[in-house]
């Protein structure tokens, strides 16, 4: 399955004012949300995503059809990524090693951050770079 990566970028975006505001609050329940976020993308699939869901039904139709897709593999291995380092954050804050959930918490905004601002999607090159050191089957 192709996506639309404007809706890609779009959770990313969305996602990176959460974990922003994770990091001002040190609310290792909303980084729980945001891992509950990641989770449903990684698991069940993008269609499914919270934040694609927004972006499908109120934003993509005022921009009309994209001028490329790209394979959903590479982003839904990125939502997982996200999934493993926030659930390590908010381990963090709920066992009371702040710093634990601050630094995870952080490397998860630099990922969504990096993909919303420019493009650059750090899950998906990793995805990317397994896919070819991968051994041939």
Request: glycine fraction near 10%; aromatic fraction near 10%; charge should be positive.
């Amino acid at each position: 399955m192709n996506i639309d990566p404007r809706g890609a970028r779009f959770g990313a975006a969305i996602t990176s004012v959460v974990l922003a505001i994770v990091l001002v609050t040190q609310s290792g329940w909303l980084l729980l949300a945001q891992t509950l976020v990641f989770a449903i993308g990684a698991l069940g699939g993008l269609r499914y995503a919270p934040y694609g869901f927004v972006y499908r039904y109120l934003v993509r139709p005022r921009l009309g059809p994209p001028s490329r897709t790209e394979p959903e593999a590479p982003p839904r291995f990125a939502q997982g990524v996200g999934m493993v380092i926030a659930a390590i954050g908010a381990i963090g804050f709920a066992a009371g090693i702040t710093a634990m959930g601050i630094v995870f918490t952080a490397l998860a905004l630099t990922a969504a951050f990096l993909n919303a601002a420019f493009d650059f999607c750090l899950g998906c090159q990793m995805y990317l770079l397994i896919q070819r050191i991968r051994p041939a089957a």
